[in-house]
């Protein structure tokens, strides 16, 4: 069966600071692999997506996330982070071979960046 | 805004009570996606659509959930008998049958009182 676990469910940054948000995952075959993010009382937003290739993909607003099949993970990362990164942060998987519809989310990270 | 919408944003029911949500998607995007996200959880699927053919139904969609997508176009979410436990944020996403990021909608959120 898929699965997703993101270990920390908050993740505190310094302004400036690079930023990491962490996920592992499990599926039976090849995996797309997604970050999306939640600002309060919004919808979930598309930031980025691992299909093939470079394990180092680049997304929206400075995010990348770096693919690595050897320890199943997907993490997030930006190098500097900004105030209004603040957010709740979902990462998600879906079996290459598997269901066109069955997207399989984490339980969130939930960034906070300080000033 | 050309992005997916969901109406109504709010919805207060009273247990038993029948609702039925609305979700219009991107407009060339035939794929359309329920979820649902309960506080503290990531959101869990409950059912798809390929155009008007509804192709996969999670076991958390119970028989007091029913969805619909006559014209391949919008797509209506019914449940009945509302209990306590649907109490959620119910979201829409579509997408591009070659593409597979999924674009979400704001949700609608329930509460059964």
């Known amino acids: 069966a898929q699965s997703v676990a993101q270990p920390e469910d908050q993740v505190n940054v310094a302004e400036g600071n690079p930023l990491t948000v962490k996920c592992t995952y499990s599926?039976?075959?090849?995996?797309?692999l997604f970050w999306y993010v939640q600002y309060p009382n919004r919808g979930l937003q598309f930031l980025l997506k691992?299909?093939?290739?470079?394990?180092l993909v680049k997304g929206s607003y400075g995010f990348e996330a770096e693919f690595n099949k050897s320890q199943t993970s997907f993490h997030l990362k930006k190098p500097s982070a900004l105030v209004s990164d603040s957010a709740l942060y979902f990462c998600?998987?879906?079996?290459?071979?598997?269901?066109?519809?069955?997207?399989?989310f984490g339980k969130g990270t939930k960034l906070s960046v300080k000033p | 805004d050309t992005g997916v919408s969901q109406d109504p944003r709010h919805k207060i029911t009273k247990r038993g009570q029948n609702v039925t949500f609305r979700c219009d998607p991107i407009?060339?995007?035939?794929?359309l996606y329920w979820y649902r996200q309960t506080l503290g959880q990531g959101p869990e699927f409950l059912t798809y659509?390929?155009?008007?053919?509804?192709?996969?139904k999670s076991r958390l969609l119970s028989d007091r959930f029913s969805a619909e997508r006559p014209k391949g176009s919008f797509s209506t979410l019914e449940i009945q008998r509302t209990e306590q436990g649907d109490s959620a944020m119910y979201l829409c996403?579509?997408?591009?049958?070659?593409?597979?990021?999924?674009?979400f909608g704001q949700g609608t959120r329930l509460t059964v009182v």
């Open positions: 996403a579509s997408s591009l049958a070659q593409t597979i990021e999924a674009f």
């Open positions: 599926v039976s075959g090849n995996p797309y």
């Open positions: 691992y299909i093939t290739g470079d394990n």
């Open positions: 998600a998987v879906r079996d290459y071979g598997g269901s066109q519809g069955n997207l399989i």
């Open positions: 407009s060339e995007h035939n794929r």
């Open positions: 659509f390929q155009n008007e053919a509804q192709l996969e």
